[in-house]
Every structure is written in C-alpha cells, then in structure tokens.
C-alpha cells in the first residue's frame, strides 16, 4: 500500500512539473447540456483530490453513524462473526487436511476478526505442527484456561529441545499425575526417561504406552527390549544371584514376552554367562517365545548342550531347513569346529542367503586360511 501512495504522489508530481516545465498548463473541459466548465489540467486534479478525500469523510462519517445504532452495532457484529466463522472453518478443513501453514493463515484472520480462544488453541497447534514453537507461545497467551498453558509450554519445549529433559524432570512427573491419559506427554516423558537413563520409570510406563498406544508396534518393542536389556545389565554388575534373581521376579507373562526374553539373553551373553543363555534361548525356541532368525541376526546363540540337542533335534525333522543349518554353523563357529561350520553355512547359504550368513562364511574360510573364498563371500554379503 505505501508504494501504491508513493506511486500516485509521483504522477500527481509529474502533472505539475510536467506542464508548468513546457510552459504549457494545458486545459481539461466538461460540457454538461448547455452548460460548459473550462479549467487548467493542474487545478483539475485538485479538484478531483478533493472531491476524493471529501467523498471518503463523507462515507467514514456515515459509516460511524450508521455503526453507533443499535442496528448498525447487530448488523456490523454479524458480518464479522460470519466472516470470522468462515475463516474458523476453512482453517480447521485445512488442518484435517494437515496443511498446518493453511490453517494456521486462516486461523489468524479468523482471530483478527472475532477473538475467540478456541480459534487462538487451535492456531497454537498449528504453528507448533510448523515447529514455529514462539508463535505457538504466543497464541498460548490468549487460551481460555491458563492451566492449559503449563502443560503445552513443556510439550512445546520437549519437541523443540530433547535434550533439555533433565531440566523438565521434576516438572514432566507432576504432569504425569496430573494428565495421566495424555499420550503425547507419555510418549515424551519416555522419550526423556530414556535420554536420562531412566530404565525402571521406562518400565513402569510401558503398559501404560501399549494401551495408550503412544508408539507403534515395532517401537514399543523395541524401547521394551531396551529398557529391559540396560535393567537387567544394570542387575548383572551386581553379580550373576542378582541377576538371576530380578529375572524370576517377573510375572509369568513377562518372562514369556518375546522382547524381555531377548533382552535378558542380550544381558546373559553381553556378561558372559553362557549356561544360563544357553537354558534361555533353547527354552524359548521350544516353546516359541523367541524366533530363530532373530537370535540369528542377533548372534545371541551359545555353544551350550541344551541349544546343541535342540537344533539337532529339529534338522532331523527338517534337515533342509537354511535357518536351522544356520544355527549349527553359528554353534560351530563358536567351538571352533571350523570344517563343520563351514558345511552348514556353506547349504544353507544355497537355501536361505543373507547377509548375516555370507559374513558367517567369510569368517570360516578366513579361520582356515582360505583367503579368497572369504574374499568371495564379503562381496557376496555385500550385494545383499
């Protein structure tokens, strides 16, 4: 708009200077009827500036008249509030439709209209979406319910800053109490629980997590199998009774469940204690609480008498089964029986390949002195 005005001043500049400068002023004549009217090109655009400004006092005026009514009052104040609806809706459309900067635009024209706190929360949530968490605050400012504020400031400053949970400790817990059903807290509280090493308060919110459904499958098991991990390596400095008695302290559901079994055999085989991962892994492949080619992946598997029977046992039942020759070769790997080892991987390299068993096999043959056929099997695991 100011370079509007600066443009029409420079024009009204130029019919000055123009004219005056060739000496010329020029004439401008209007011819209503009978009647003539003669007058110089400057004083025309005088007199039309004029009648310009004289027009807009004119309508200003009436306007603040016509405002002052009563009628005028319910008349003026319903054509906000539609315009200001209007715009309230379009912004929410658009933020079903997760184009937050549309709905965050509209929602602001719907504020300027009619200053409504439901409209000023919902452009809160807009701009946070936009991860402009300043405007965020600044909308928080104009919510219905100061108590609303406290607990979207430390989402706000959560999202915007992980690393800043220490200093949100004390403060997330009271909102745990006091929001105990909010998902989006929980699932921060346990992002900052994890940050801080917090591996008991993680576990005494995961049930909490599944029914809220705060993350998705995958990610739950994965923090649970976490979690559970660094708690039991924490139990096993303590010594293996400690250990082994946290373990039995479980339900027996939990014991059962396929992330903390695998968690507490990563914390058996990380500590060394191979009996006891060997009763754990063979135990739960029988009863299918653990799945072979995790363990594979993993390399949890131990050279103990109780796992050896088992995969044994099932080769005879299926001695063409590339996960199951996987296993025996992983098992020879470990008591160094190099030449069995190798013609385990080797079939079931033919069957089931993987990276994880072309990096087996390359071992082997690097143990045997054979270099070019581990050279042959890094490439080929390096394909997959």
Known sequence: MKYAWIIVLLLI??????????????????????????????????????????????????????????????WFGRRRDSKAQAAAEQAAAALVNGDYRAASAAFNRSWQLRHDGTVAL???????QLEDFEQARDWLQHAPTPDHIVLAETLFSMRENPKLAAQHEVEIQRLRKQYPQHPQLLRLALRAYESLHRWQDIIDSLADAERLQVFSATEHTALTERAYREHFLALGRNGNSALQAGWRELSRDARRNAAIRRAYLQALVQLQQEEAADKVAARG??????????????????AGPELRDYLQQQLKKTPEDGLLLQAMGQLAMRTKEWSLAERALRRAAELV??????????????????????LSAYEKALRH
């Open 285 to 302: 492949l029988k009863r299918g609480d653990l799945q072979l080619a995790e363990l594979l992946q993993q390399q949890l598997l131990v």
């Open 353 to 374: 390949p993987s990276q994880r068993l072309w990096l087996d096999l390359a071992q082997v043959y690097a143990a045997q002195g054979n270099s070019a056929a581990a």
């Open 122 to 128: 919902l452009a809160s949530y807009s701009a946070a």
């Open 13 to 74: 500049a130029g019919l000055f200077i123009g004219p005056l400068w060739d000496g010329n002023t020029g004439y401008v004549l209007i011819a209503v009827g009978n009647y003539t009217i003669e007058t110089s090109l400057v004083a025309s655009v005088i007199l039309l500036a004029v009648a310009f400004i004289l027009v807009r006092f004119l309508w200003h005026s009436i306007m603040r008249l016509v405002r002052g009514t009563s009628w005028g009052i319910k």
